[in-house]
């Protein structure tokens, strides 16, 4: 079974610029996270969609979205991109219902540079 | 408040040797998950064990142990006679019971550097 699959790996953007990151869950997984990754702070929740409904968001302004596809696939998409946006970003899905008692199964990651 | 610390942040041992990763949490939920993840070079979070709050049993995996205690909170993982292909950072996180939506609290990770 394929794991989990991100598209793009790479990207390097410019600061004020927007960027749309996708994520291709584990067939039949209908949960999928997204969580970024910095030197500072560390792996941070961003949003968890299932059924192509948000059920949870993190503490991350509102330049930062999502959204989920009937298919499971998501997206999620950062608007006038900062310096600090520069992280790696990861996709998780988890089976059926998703929730806490699941295990999340974490993509590559998109790797984001902002200049 | 939920919380995860790792407090090692960096880690180094010689190949052979054994190494325990220690992991703290809070929480005020009853009902909560453990995991962890090890992070290789590549950058994909890969999952090792998931543990629930009612089952204070210590696993074995092969060179892999994990000791759950919930009297100190903690979650500790120990890799016996560690090989250079265990280094990686290890993620320790919670994932609490009234969290519908699968929000993962991870500790700032312990980064392994196994020596030949």
């Known amino acids: 079974k394929a794991g989990v699959t991100q598209t793009p790996r790479y990207l390097i953007k410019t600061r004020g610029q927007q960027v749309t990151l996708s994520c291709s869950p584990i067939?039949?997984?209908?949960?999928v996270s997204w969580y970024q990754q910095t030197p500072g702070q560390g792996l941070q929740f961003l949003f968890e969609?299932?059924?192509?409904?948000?059920?949870n968001k993190g503490n991350f302004p509102g330049r930062f979205s999502g959204r989920q596809f009937s298919n499971s696939r998501s997206e999620m998409n950062v608007s006038t991109l900062e310096l600090g946006d520069s992280a790696l970003y990861l996709c998780?899905?988890?089976?059926?219902?998703?929730?806490?008692?699941?295990?999340?199964?974490f993509g590559p990651g998109t790797r984001l540079l902002v200049l | 408040a939920q919380k995860v610390t790792q407090a090692q942040t960096e880690i180094s041992v010689v190949e052979k040797e054994d190494v325990t990763l220690d992991c703290v949490y809070e929480?005020?939920?009853?009902?909560?998950?453990l995991f962890w993840y090890k992070q290789p070079p590549s950058g994909e979070l890969v999952f090792l064990i998931r543990?629930?709050?009612?089952?204070?049993q210590n696993e074995i995996s092969g060179r892999y142990s994990w000791n759950f205690q919930k009297s100190t909170s903690s979650f500790n993982f120990t890799i016996t006679a560690s090989q250079v292909v265990d280094s990686a950072v290890y993620f320790c996180?919670?994932?609490?019971?009234?969290?519908?939506?699968?929000?993962?609290?991870f500790g700032q990770g312990t980064e392994l550097s196994v020596k030949p």
């Open positions: 998780a899905s988890s089976f059926a219902q998703g929730g806490s008692q699941e295990t999340q199964y």
């Open positions: 543990r629930n709050s009612f089952d204070e």
């Open positions: 969609y299932f059924s192509e409904t948000q059920r």
């Open positions: 996180a919670l994932s609490e019971a009234w969290n519908q939506g699968g929000k993962l609290i």
């Open positions: 929480t005020r939920d009853t009902t909560y998950y």
């Open positions: 067939s039949g997984h209908r949960s």
